[in-house]
C-alpha cells in the first residue's frame, strides 16, 4: 500500500524550531518528487515547499523562504521539513505529498494525514 | 508569483446536475513541452485533499470519468457532468509551473 506518515508536529513558541518528517512506503521513493503542503485553521492550502527526486531542485513558498528547509534522505524513504523562527502564522495542519513525476510538476497524487504544528506563546 | 483565480467560490448543486468550476490562472501555464502545468485537487471533509486532474486534463488513478478539465488560454474548466453526494467537499486549482506553486482560493461545492 502507499502510504505517507507525517510527524513531528507540536505545540512550539514564537522564534522556536521544528522539524517535520514523513516517512513513504510502498514506491520507489527516489523515483518521485516530494511536497510539503499546508492548511492553516479553517483556511485554503498553502503550497510550502518541494524537492525533486536528488534533491537537485528545491523551491519554497515566499512566506517561508529563509526560515524553512526541506531535505530528503532516499536511502531511509523519508522527507523532512526544519522549521526555523517560527511565527504564529505558520499554525497548520502540514501535508507531505508525492508527486506523479522526479520534479515537482506532474501533480500531487498521494497525501499523508498531515501533522499539525501549533505557534503560539 | 503566479496568482490563480477561482469562480465561484460557493456552488450549490442538486445531485445529477452537471456543476463546472472555472480558474484563472495570471499568465500562461504552457511549459516548453507543451503541457499545461495545472491540476485539480478536492478536499473532501474532513479529509486530505486528492488529485483530480493534472496537466491540465488528465484524470487521475481512480477519479470517475464524470470529471473532466479543459483548458483555453490562461482559463481552465473543471466539469462534473452529474454531480452525486459524494463530490462534496472543497476544490482547489493549482498551477506547478512556476516556484512557488500556487492554489486558487478553493471552491465548496455542496448539495442541495
Known amino acids: 500500500e502507499v502510504q505517507l506518515v507525517e510527524s513531528g508536529g507540536g505545540f512550539v513558541q514564537p522564534g522556536r524550531s521544528l522539524r517535520l518528517s514523513c516517512r513513504a512506503s510502498?514506491?520507489?521513493?527516489?523515483?518521485?518528487?516530494m511536497h510539503w503542503v499546508r492548511q492553516a485553521p479553517g483556511k485554503g492550502l498553502e503550497w510550502v515547499s518541494g524537492i525533486s527526486w536528488n534533491s537537485g531542485s528545491i523551491g519554497y513558498g515566499d512566506s517561508v523562504k529563509g526560515r524553512f528547509t526541506i531535505s530528503r534522505d532516499n536511502a531511509k524513504n523519508s522527507l523532512f521539513l526544519q522549521m526555523n523562527s517560527l511565527r504564529a502564522e505558520d499554525t497548520a495542519l502540514y501535508f507531505c505529498a508525492k508527486d506523479r513525476g522526479p520534479t515537482s510538476n506532474y501533480g500531487m497524487d498521494v497525501w499523508g494525514r498531515g501533522t499539525t504544528v501549533t505557534v503560539s506563546s | 508569483d503566479i496568482v490563480m483565480t477561482q469562480s465561484p467560490l460557493s456552488l450549490p448543486v442538486t445531485p445529477g446536475e452537471p456543476a463546472s468550476i472555472s480558474c484563472r490562472s495570471s499568465q500562461s501555464l504552457v511549459h516548453d513541452n507543451g503541457y499545461n502545468y495545472f491540476d485539480w485537487y478536492l478536499q473532501k471533509p474532513g479529509q486530505s485533499p486528492q488529485l483530480l486532474i493534472y496537466l491540465g486534463s488528465n484524470r487521475a488513478t481512480g477519479v470517475p470519468d464524470r470529471f473532466s478539465g479543459s483548458a483555453s488560454g490562461t482559463e481552465f474548466t473543471l466539469k462534473i457532468s452529474r454531480v452525486e453526494a459524494e463530490d462534496v467537499g472543497v476544490y482547489y486549482c493549482m498551477q506547478a509551473l512556476q516556484t512557488p506553486h500556487t492554489f486558487g482560493q478553493g471552491t465548496r461545492l455542496e448539495i442541495k
Open positions: 510502498g514506491f520507489r521513493f527516489d523515483d518521485y518528487a
